[in-house]
């Protein structure tokens, strides 16, 4: 299924942070692949034991960098030196695109977008990876887009994360945006085993690659949130797919019984293109036809995964309080 996907035209990037799944998948994988991330996936790596001493380190570091900033607390610092230092050694042995993602608790502001993504870029800078191997993931929020606008004039690779509506991808596309990521299911099916998400956004994900392609804008679509081998060949053809390990794993492993050579967007009719206004400028006509597609579906999923997000975000800025905090925390946590 794999060589199948890549036979299509579809680059296959990497939806982890364990470097090691990296070097064990990178025959199959390919060396030009990026590898994309987020809080959630940065908890879920960094409470493996052998990230203990990366942990501290973080905290120290930031200890001491945080004393020469003052727009950033020293925990949150310490979650964004982690998440460089697991994205750094990955980004060894891959030849495309680390990625990270913003704090979510700023979604709704875009100085402190702008803030966050070049302190970020600092980081890297500050361990010997260059701007260009970069990408900064951002909310699909109004504001999270105009972060992107900016950070883009600046220099800046962006994606447009958490982006479940047309109008999210067309600003994306307008304010130039590297990488957009429609979420093929909402972020509730990843941490709830009984959720299953009726309302798929595959067919979304092929509209964007066409609404792009026929308005000549260079953005690309890089389709996340997957739960099955069959999502994803269902997506092929499109331009970027980010794959969790243990599906990078199946797919790798299953074999095809027909050879798809032909990208499902071939094959399948485009819809109608949609007269979309430029939302470029115009913030209230961005925020009605957000607000009116699909009943609201898109601006409710993007809340949810706003605030799933946080929830994560507090939990990596708990694991930065120090061995010995935690343990009072987890201890005081129990007696509540």
Known sequence: MLEALKSSGTMVDYDTMDSIVVKNLGPFVGPSADCTSNQAIAYSELQKPEHESLIQESITEAEVLAKQLSDVSTTELAVEIAMVKLQVQISQQIAGFVHVQTNPYHSYDTGKMVEDATRIVGLFKSYGVKSNRLCIKIPSTWEGLQACRILQAAGI??????????????????????????????????????????????????????????????????????????????????????????????????????????????????????????????????????????????????????????????ALEQLMIGRDERAVAMKERRCR
């Not at 979309?276 to 601006?299: C, M, T, V, Y």
Request: charged share 25%; proline share 4%.
């Open 157 to 314: 690779t962006t994606l447009a994360t958490t982006l479940f509506a047309i109008e999210q991808a067309a600003l994306a596309g307008e304010v130039g945006c590297h990488y957009v990521a429609p979420y093929v299911n909402e972020l509730k099916v990843h941490f709830d085993k009984d959720f299953v998400d009726q309302n798929k956004a595959i067919e979304l994900c092929l509209e964007i690659q066409r609404y792009y392609s026929r308005h000549k804008i260079s953005t690309l679509v890089l389709p996340a949130s997957l739960t099955s081998t069959s999502e994803i060949m269902a997506l092929a053809g499109v331009n970027h797919i980010t794959i969790a390990p243990l599906l990078l794993e199946e797919i790798a492993r299953t074999p095809v019984s027909t050879d798809i050579s032909t990208s499902i967007l071939d094959q399948r009719p485009g819809p109608e293109d949609q007269a979309l206004p430029s939302f470029k400028d115009d913030e209230l006509e961005f925020r009605q036809a957000f607000a009116e597609r699909n009943n609201g579906e898109g601006e409710r999923k993007l809340n949810q995964a706003i605030e799933i997000f946080c929830e994560m975000q507090t």
